[in-house]
């Protein structure tokens, strides 16, 4: 008897919520090890910067092929490809003999990552249509939420009773099993009509992203006048400035900037970036504070930003469910009023707060955030045709890494401004006055992205607002004409060819 072949809905989800875990929570874990890295490799703490740094560029350069791959060579080879490389590129992190050498494994490791989520978030909305992407949304968040939250917490358990090796070692088992999994069931697609690859415009987006990303996370440790940061910004702004140049004037750009001439797509992304700015600075500085300040370990810090992930989890159900009545507009202004809020209360913290204090600040934080991630990521696609899917996930993808580096650049330079130690040697005391100006430059952050959910139209999200149809057998479990099976039959007899609308 045949086994029954599992929904592509399924599939999809499965796959790509593992990968998304396993990168966001990389990004995060490896931070705890950095101080064990250096010790074993006898370096010198800055000297191993390089490890997120390299990691950082590397991801910043291959995001903006991300759309143009998996268009051209089908996106389930893409992702599998790029789950293939992050996970052989985290094993040969576990056996770096040297620094020098795990700097190249985490370069190698970001060019895995840089295609992952742009190419499964294609994915996801082409494989859900545009009424059941908000249920799509209550798998996403998981990742998204809890693994920010999860890598402080099990890289101290890591370092502090394995070792910084098992930080990499971890991705591998389950690498393989999502691969294994991905190549059986998952269905192929492809575009047609799929153009040229853009040299120039991937030229200026990679080495742009690149130089300006890098200059973003370590301009507030060097010094905003240094000459390598100043060197890397200026360069990286001048070729963003020529991206655009360069863009507008190609038929079938790498980075399709048109794609901002919608209203709909514009103010949802930059919602998404407003609030990646000022919740993730927010995440960046609290660590800081607890350990700097409070003298904490890094298993602390971790267990008091974990309520955030809870509250994020718990509030989905209930968005999923008002999202088709109250629409987009409402939910995203709302909610970035209230995280704006939350962040700016942590300006009252002082040596006395109870850390219970600040964790149930950042659970009602996480409650006001799914009002927002939730909804601007569903509607922000309502209106993208679906050739077009990739060049858009992309898109809002390098929209919301910078988004994520500026609110990290900007809060690391109010802490590195202010100071956040008053006096010198042993009469050196914390000052929490740097780290009440950074919350406030975070909620700032956060409030002006209720300006953008203002301009956000309900009307354009229509499509996402509607009740999931009953049409019968999951569509997605069916190869996409002239996609799955690697040939285009387009002019097959009974197929049919009106182009459907995704709005």
């Known amino acids: 008897m045949p086994v029954p072949r599992p929904s592509q809905k399924a599939v999809v989800s499965i796959v790509f919520v593992v990968a998304m875990f396993m990168t966001v929570l990389d990004s995060t874990i490896v931070n705890v090890a950095l101080p064990s890295i250096a010790s074993d490799y006898h370096e010198a703490p800055s000297s191993v910067a390089g490890v997120n740094v390299g990691f950082l560029v590397s991801l910043a350069v291959f995001i903006s092929a991300a759309g143009?791959?998996?268009?051209?060579?089908?996106?389930?080879?893409?992702?599998?490809?790029?789950?293939?490389?992050?996970?052989?590129?985290?094993?040969?992190?576990?056996?770096?003999?040297?620094?020098?050498?795990?700097?190249?494994?985490?370069?190698?490791?970001?060019?895995g990552g840089g295609l992952l989520t742009p190419v499964g978030m294609a994915m996801m909305m082409r494989t859900y249509p545009p009424a059941e992407r908000m249920r799509a949304s209550r798998v996403l968040i998981i990742p998204t939420a809890l693994a920010p939250s999860l890598g402080p917490i099990v890289g101290g358990l890591m370092v502090d009773h394995a070792s910084w090796h098992w930080v990499f070692y971890m991705n591998v088992p389950v690498g393989v099993a999502a691969l294994v999994f991905g190549a059986l069931y998952l269905d192929e697609r492809r575009e047609p009509d799929t153009g040229p690859f853009d040299l120039p415009g991937f030229a200026c987006a990679g080495l742009g992203l690149a130089a300006t990303l890098y200059a973003l996370t370590e301009g507030a440790q060097r010094g905003w006048t240094s000459p390598v940061i100043l060197g890397t910004a200026t360069g990286g702004v001048l070729l963003l400035v020529l991206l655009v140049v360069v863009e507008s004037r190609n038929d079938q750009p790498m980075l399709?900037?048109?794609?901002?001439?919608?209203?709909?797509?514009?103010?949802?992304?930059?919602?998404?970036?407003?609030?990646?700015?000022?919740?993730?600075g927010t995440v960046f500085v609290l660590p800081i504070m607890i350990q700097r300040a409070r003298g904490l370990e890094a298993t602390d810090s971790g267990l008091t930003t974990f309520p955030t992930a809870v509250g994020i989890v718990l509030a989905t159900q209930l968005v999923a469910r008002y999202y088709p009545k109250v629409g987009p507009r409402r939910l995203t202004a709302a909610g970035l009023a209230g995280v704006s809020l939350m962040i700016a209360l942590l300006g009252f913290v002082g040596p006395d707060t109870s850390l219970w204090w600040v964790r149930a600040d950042l659970f009602v934080t996480g409650l006001f955030l799914a009002n927002v991630f939730m909804p601007s990521q569903t509607a922000a696609f309502a209106t993208v045709p679906m050739p077009r899917m990739g060049n858009a996930t992309t898109l809002f993808n390098v929209q919301r890494q910078l988004g994520a580096a500026v609110g990290v650049a900007v809060l690391g330079s109010v802490l590195a401004g202010v100071g956040i130690f008053t006096g010198t040697g042993a009469a050196a005391r914390p000052n929490y006055t740097a780290y009440h100006w950074a919350f406030a430059a975070a909620a700032a952050m956060a409030a002006v992205g209720v300006v953008f959910a203002l301009f956000t139209r309900d009307s354009d999200a229509a499509a996402t607002m509607a009740p999931p149809a009953d049409t019968g057998p999951d569509p997605a479990s069916d190869p996409a004409p002239g996609t799955a099976s690697g040939h285009d039959d387009r002019n097959a007899p009974g197929v049919d060819h009106r182009p459907r609308s995704t709005a």
């Open 256 to 280: 399709d900037l048109r794609l901002l001439r919608d209203r709909l797509f514009l103010t949802s992304t930059m919602v998404t970036v407003t609030a990646s700015a000022g919740f993730l």
């Open 68 to 111: 143009w791959l998996g268009d051209r060579f089908g996106v389930k080879r893409v992702f599998l490809f790029a789950l293939a490389v992050f996970t052989a590129a985290s094993a040969l992190c576990g056996l770096a003999q040297d620094l020098p050498q795990l700097v190249g494994f985490r370069v190698l490791q970001g060019i």
